[in-house]
């Protein structure tokens, strides 16, 4: 059976997703035949010329048309597009797989989950974080779950980018919080919180994420408008900075473990430093993005880290790829979890990381937005 898949934007997620899609019959012969059936968005021209470049049969204006049409739908489009055509697609008994973070708010999040709920295993309804998928990620999982690590003590998860350090960079949809929700919480945080999840939320590693103490911050008030967007072309007219441009997060786990986690577009310097460090009573281990074939282990009595290069072919899909020590890169996690996800479609089971895990998610992210305003700890509920 061939699927036909509908996707929902078409610029760098876009991007990302069809390139995945590309590969896999080239790496992947076990995925699902698919076709890259329709693109949706809202300029004909531009769709027109999307379709073109990333593989897609058709285009459409309306999402509405596609998403009971279709096999599969991914919503790729910004933060407060995602809820409606989501939960649209789900009631039609078409799986769903949407960008991170699910929701620009926490109410849609737990509609878009109670829609993915309703509709049951049988349906997907997979949330893109990506980042589960790399191999040293999943070799570090592998690790945490034998116990090498022993009682889990701290976690720290960072995010640093700076494509925002520049005041006289444009204004986009990411810094208007009706459109996205948060600023580097949502969009760099929630990887940081699902990937702290994933890692140590099992009963016995470190549990549940309990309570939380969180700092937002705003450096510029107002952007920018690119291409001078009233018209008179005198490029004065600017918009305001409605979201957060850095977090810090103080957490405490269920199991008594400490966290810290922060992310900001201001670290000049960090392109996409994404770092992630848990200590143990027996060992620890580090994680960075930007050398994502790499894994650095302390084991129990070892005096220093060692640095584990993650691509032997018994390594998390590596065998898929190249011989041991060519290495993978930022595009791949893509084709991982485009294959996880394209495979639970059609087998008709459910896919991990799913709508439940971006609600998890989201409630860390909220509790830490509350946390900034009221100035206290806040429970996640």
Excluded at 314 to 338: A, Q, R
Aim: aromatic share 8%.
């Amino acid at each position: 059976m061939t699927l036909d898949v509908g996707v929902l934007g078409y610029r760098f997620m876009g991007k990302a997703h069809a390139n995945a899609m590309a590969r896999l019959p080239m790496f992947f012969p076990d995925a699902p035949e698919i076709e890259r059936s329709v693109l949706v968005g809202r300029n004909e021209e531009s769709l027109r010329e999307a379709a073109d470049q990333l593989g897609f049969d058709s285009i459409s204006t309306d999402w509405e048309a596609v998403v009971d049409d279709v096999d599969v739908f991914y919503n790729l489009g910004p933060n407060h597009v995602h809820p409606e055509p989501s939960i649209a697609a789900l009631e039609s008994g078409t799986p769903v797989f949407c960008e991170k973070p699910l929701a620009p708010t926490l109410k849609d999040a737990e509609r878009m989950a109670k829609a993915a709920a309703d509709a049951g295993e049988s349906v997907p309804a997979g949330t893109a974080f990506n980042y589960r998928f790399v191999p040293a990620i999943q070799y570090a999982k592998g690790l945490l779950e034998s116990g090498d690590l022993g009682e889990i003590r701290h976690v720290r998860g960072s995010y640093l980018q700076d494509w925002l350090v520049d005041p006289e960079a444009a204004w986009s949809w990411r810094n208007d919080a009706e459109m996205a929700g948060a600023g580097a919480l949502g969009d760099l945080g929630s990887h940081t919180v699902d990937l702290v999840r994933f890692l140590v939320g099992d009963d016995d590693l470190a549990g549940d994420i309990e309570r939380v103490s969180g700092h937002l911050q705003t450096f510029v008030d107002e952007r920018p408008v690119e291409g001078d967007g009233n018209g008179d072309g005198d490029g004065n007219e600017t918009r305001p900075v409605t979201v957060d441009d850095a977090y810090a997060a103080h957490l405490e786990f269920e199991n008594g473990a400490m966290g810290t986690l922060e992310a900001t577009r201001y670290a000049t310097g960090h392109k996409n430093d994404h770092t992630i460090e848990i200590h143990g009573s027996k060992g620890s281990l580090r994680f960075s993005l930007e050398r994502l074939n790499e894994l650095e282990v302390l084991g129990e009595g070892d005096r220093g880290y060692e640095t584990i290069l993650v691509t032997d072919e018994d390594d998390p899909y590596v065998d898929h790829w190249w011989p041991p020590g060519h290495v993978l890169g930022w595009e791949h996690t893509f084709v991982h979890e485009n294959y996880e996800f394209l495979s639970a479609v059609s087998e008709g089971r459910a896919f991990s990381p799913g709508f439940d895990d971006g609600l998890a998610a989201q409630r860390v992210l909220t509790a830490i937005q509350e946390s900034d305003e009221r100035g206290e700890w806040v429970s996640v509920d």
